[in-house]
């Protein structure tokens, strides 16, 4: 059995373009397209075209996702500090096994009290 399928000039050619350009709006970011409306983004990049920047795991305390010369990373609100805007700053620090628990707050061990745990009680 034989079959003979025959395209005028024109559906050839919006069947090559079907095939090489499938997704549209195009990948962003070094994406790849898998097929029409999915891409598979880089790491740090999401969202259907790979035009959201994504840090892994999010961005804590208020921080936000941003990409600095390709490299993706978290720009903190003040105070805190960290990949991922985790560790809060005690610009004082907190002695005595303190621990700063918000910035400039410190938690302080049974004994000790003071913005900075540095009075006895």
């Avoid at 790491?43 to 305390?61: F, I, L, Q, T, W």
């Avoid at 936000?64 to 990373?73: L, M, R, T, W, Y």
């Amino acid at each position: 059995i034989c079959f003979s399928i025959s395209f005028s000039k024109f559906h050839r050619r919006l069947f090559v373009i079907f095939l090489i350009a499938t997704c549209y709006p195009k990948c962003k970011n070094g994406g790849e397209c898998l097929r029409p409306g999915k891409c598979r983004c880089p790491p740090g990049y999401g969202g259907r075209y790979c035009h959201k920047v994504s840090c892994e795991g999010g961005c804590r305390n208020g921080g936000e996702c941003i990409s600095v010369n390709g490299v993706v990373k978290c720009l903190c609100a003040s105070g805190w500090t960290g990949s991922r805007c985790q560790e809060a700053i005690c610009p004082q620090g907190c002695r005595n096994n303190g621990a700063c628990v918000a910035p400039g707050i410190c938690s302080c061990p049974a004994g000790w009290v003071g913005g900075a745990c540095h009075l006895g009680k």
